[in-house]
C-alpha cells in the first residue's frame, strides 16, 4: 500500500488509508454519517431550488403578464375598445380580454350556478383535458372539470347558459394552483357570445418575468401620465419576491436540519478517531521512538480523519446528483435541469462534510500526538 | 568512544505525594558493536534505565549523552531527530501495524524525514538480512512470533542506527525462534557495529551478550 506509487507519492495518506482498513466496518459506519449528512444539505438544498423552479415554471402565465383593471380615479367601469386601443399602443406583446360574471348554467341532467369567463384566447388561460382549443373562436363553450362533473356533461354535449345553447368543445384541466384565472367550476365563452362589449381585465402577456416589470412599469408610466390612476397595473414581482423570500426561509430550515445530521455525523467521526488513538496508543509510541515528530503523528491522524470525511462527502454529492436528477425529472421534467444554485448546495454539502471531519479529527490527533511515548509503550 | 552513556543517572517518578526513586545513580555506558544485556528482578528500574538510553524520557539528575550530545542541551525537536538517526527500538510485543506488510512495516519509520525513494529497497535488504526474503509481502498475521519480532529488527535498522535498545526481545518467544531473533543481534553488532543494549529475563540472552549489567533496586551490582 506505501509501496506504491500513489505511496510514494504521499507516504502519509497511503499510512493513514491503510490505518482506516483496519477496521473497515467502523471506517465505513463513519463515513455513512458524513454521506447522510452531505446527502441532507445536498439533497435538501437542491430539492428547494429545483420545487421554487417548478412552482416559478409553472405560475409562467402570471409572472409573465401584465394585467390591468379600472383604476381608482377612472370615469369607467370597464374597458372598452378605446382603452384597448390605448393599451395597444404602448405595447408590442399581445393583449387578451376578459369578462367575467355570474349565471345559472343548465344541461340535460342537473343544473346549477356557475362564473361566466369571456376569454379572447382561452389557450393562453387553461389546457384542455378532452377536446380542443380553439384559436380564434366566435361559438362554442368550454367547460372546467368540477362544473363539468356537477352537470355530468362531456365535450360534445351542449350547456345552456342564460337561455342560450352552446356546445361543448372541450373540457379543462384542473387550474394549475399558481393560476389567477380558477376555472374549474366554470364556462369559458367567446366575447363574441356576451351582450355587451366591454371588458373587466386586459392581460399582456410578456416572454418573462423581468420583461413584465419592465412593460408594467413602462405601461404606469404611459397610461397614468398625471396623478391620477386611470388604470390600475399589476405584476408579479411582489407576488415572486414574496415566494422567494418564503423559499429562502425554508430552505434555511432545510439546511439547519441537514447542518445538524453533519453534527452528529462529526461526533461519530470524533468518537471514532479517539477510540482510534486510544485503540493505537502503543503503535503511536513506536511511531513517536522511531523518529516521527508530534506534528507527523497529527499529521497522520488528520489525515485519516479527512479521508473519513472526503470518502463520505464524495459519495454522498454523488447519491445527492442522483437524488437531484430524480426531483428535477419529477418537479421539472428534465433529470439534469440542475441550476448554479443547486449544484452550489452539492458542493456546500462536500466542503462542510470534510470540513467537519477535519475539525472533529483535531482533537482527537492533538491528543495522540501529545501522547508521551513512555507511558504509551509502558505494558 | 561509547555511543551511548548514562552518568550518575537519577530518576524519580511522582505518584501522588511519594516520590519513587527508581534509579539511583546509575553509570553506564555501551561501545560501538558491544551487545550488553541488563538483567535484574522486576521494579529494578531496567526499563526506567531504557527508556532515559532511547531518549524517551529525561533523568531527573545525572546526565545522559547520545553520540556526544548531552541530552539535557537538546530540545525536544532535537531529541526527535537524535532518536531517529542513531536509535533503533525492539520491543516484547513487536508492535507491528497489521495493515501493512513486512515491508512496509521495516519502512515505516523512513515515511517521515529524508530521501524515499531508496526507502523500499533497503527495506527489502534488510529483510534479506534478517532471513525473511520469502515474507516481503505477508502481514503481520501471517507470520510467526520470531519472524514478527525479526520484521521488528529490521524495522529498527531502517534509520541506520548506532544503537538497537530491545526491552524484553524475547520475553514473547519460545527457544528457537529466541535464537534466531539473538542470532541476528549478534550479527547487526559484529558486522555493521552497532551497540546493542537489551534489557532482559531471559538467561538465553545473557549467554549471547558480550557484557551483562545486572540493576537490583535501582542500582547496578555489577
Not at chain 1, 56 to 81: H, I, K, N, R, Y
Not at chain 1, 177 to 190: E, G, I, K, Y
Not at chain 2, 162 to 179: F, K, Y
Amino acid at each position: 500500500m506505501i509501496d506504491n506509487w500513489l505511496g510514494r507519492r504521499f507516504p502519509m495518506l497511503a499510512f493513514a488509508r491503510s490505518n482506516l482498513s483496519r477496521a473497515r466496518a467502523r471506517t465505513a459506519l463513519a463515513m455513512a454519517g458524513i454521506t447522510i449528512g452531505v446527502l441532507a444539505i445536498a439533497s435538501l438544498g437542491m430539492g428547494g431550488v429545483a420545487f421554487q423552479q417548478s412552482i416559478l415554471q409553472d405560475a409562467d402565465t402570471v409572472t409573465q403578464s401584465v394585467w390591468l383593471m379600472p383604476g381608482e380615479d377612472a370615469d369607467f367601469a370597464a374597458f372598452e375598445e378605446r382603452h384597448l386601443e390605448e393599451v395597444r399602443q404602448y405595447v408590442d406583446h399581445p393583449v387578451y380580454t376578459m369578462q367575467q360574471e355570474s349565471a345559472g348554467v343548465e344541461a340535460k341532467k342537473a343544473s346549477t350556478g356557475a362564473t361566466i369567463y369571456g376569454f379572447s384566447h382561452p389557450g393562453e388561460f387553461a389546457t384542455a383535458d378532452t377536446g380542443q382549443i380553439p384559436d380564434n373562436w366566435r361559438s362554442g363553450a368550454l367547460v372546467g372539470p368540477d362544473l363539468a362533473d356537477s352537470l355530468d356533461v362531456q365535450t360534445g354535449d351542449s350547456v345552456v347558459v342564460d337561455g342560450e345553447r352552446h356546445r361543448i368543445l372541450a373540457v379543462l384541466e384542473p387550474t394549475p394552483q399558481s393560476s389567477f384565472v380558477r376555472t374549474d367550476n366554470a364556462v369559458l365563452l367567446p366575447p363574441s357570445q356576451f351582450d355587451r362589449s366591454t371588458y373587466d381585465l386586459l392581460m399582456v402577456r410578456t416572454d418573462s418575468p423581468n420583461e413584465a416589470f419592465e412593460t408594467s412599469e413602462d405601461l404606469d408610466g404611459s397610461l397614468n401620465p398625471g396623478r391620477d390612476e386611470r388604470y390600475e397595473v399589476n405584476d408579479a414581482e411582489q407576488l415572486i419576491d414574496q415566494f422567494n423570500q418564503q423559499m429562502a426561509t425554508i430552505n434555511t430550515f432545510l439546511l439547519a436540519i441537514g447542518g445538524i445530521s453533519l453534527v452528529v455525523a462529526s461526533v461519530s467521526i470524533f468518537n471514532v478517531m479517539l477510540m482510534s488513538a486510544i485503540e493505537r496508543r502503543e503503535e503511536i509510541g513506536v511511531l513517536r521512538a522511531v523518529g516521527y515528530h508530534r506534528l507527523d503523528v497529527l499529521r497522520l491522524m488528520l489525515a485519516e480523519a479527512v479521508l473519513l470525511g472526503l470518502g463520505g462527502a464524495l459519495l454522498g454529492v454523488v447519491l445527492s446528483i442522483l437524488l437531484g436528477m430524480a426531483i428535477n425529472a419529477e418537479l421539472l421534467a428534465d433529470p439534469l435541469a440542475f441550476t448554479a444554485e443547486a449544484l452550489q448546495y452539492a458542493a456546500m454539502g462536500f466542503v462542510f462534510g470534510t470540513l467537519a471531519s477535519f475539525l472533529s479529527g483535531l482533537y482527537p490527533a492533538w491528543k495522540a500526538a501529545n501522547a508521551r511515548p513512555v507511558e504509551a509503550l509502558r505494558d | 568512544m561509547a555511543v551511548i552513556s548514562a552518568a550518575n543517572a537519577v530518576k524519580e517518578y511522582e505518584s501522588g505525594s511519594k516520590t519513587l526513586r527508581a534509579l539511583k545513580g546509575v553509570d553506564v555506558s555501551v561501545d560501538p558493536g558491544e551487545f550488553v544485556a541488563v538483567v535484574g528482578p522486576s521494579g529494578s528500574g531496567k526499563s526506567t534505565l531504557l527508556n532515559l538510553l532511547g531518549m524517551l524520557d529525561v533523568p531527573t539528575e545525572g546526565a545522559v549523552t547520545v553520540a556526544g550530545e548531552r541530552l539535557s542541551e537538546l530540545s525536544k525537536r532535537e531529541r526527535t531527530n537524535l532518536r531517529r538517526d542513531t536509535v533503533g527500538f525492539v520491543f516484547q510485543s513487536f508492535f507491528l501495524v497489521p495493515t501493512l506488510t513486512a515491508r512496509e512495516n521495516v519502512a515505516v519509520p523512513g515515511l517521515v524525514h529524508g530521501d524515499r525513494s531508496e526507502l523500499i529497497d533497503r527495506a527489502e535488504s534488510l529483510l534479506e538480512r534478517v532471513g525473511l526474503a520469502d515474507r516481503l509481502d505477508h502481514y503481520p498475521n501471517e507470520l510467526s512470533g520470531g519472524q514478527k519480532q525479526r520484521v521488528a529488527v529490521a524495522r529498527s535498522l531502517v534509520n541506520e542506527p548506532e544503537i538497537l535498545l530491545a526491552d524484553e526481545p524475547t520475553g514473547n518467544l519460545d527457544q528457537d525462534t529466541s535464537e534466531q531473533v539473538l542470532d541476528v543481534f549478534g550479527r547487526i553488532a559484529r558486522e555493521d557495529d552497532v551497540a546493542i543494549a537489551t534489557v532482559t529475563h531471559d538467561p538465553q540472552v545473557t549467554e549471547y551478550a558480550d557484557r551483562v549489567v545486572e540493576l537490583v533496586n535501582g542500582r547496578i551490582e555489577s
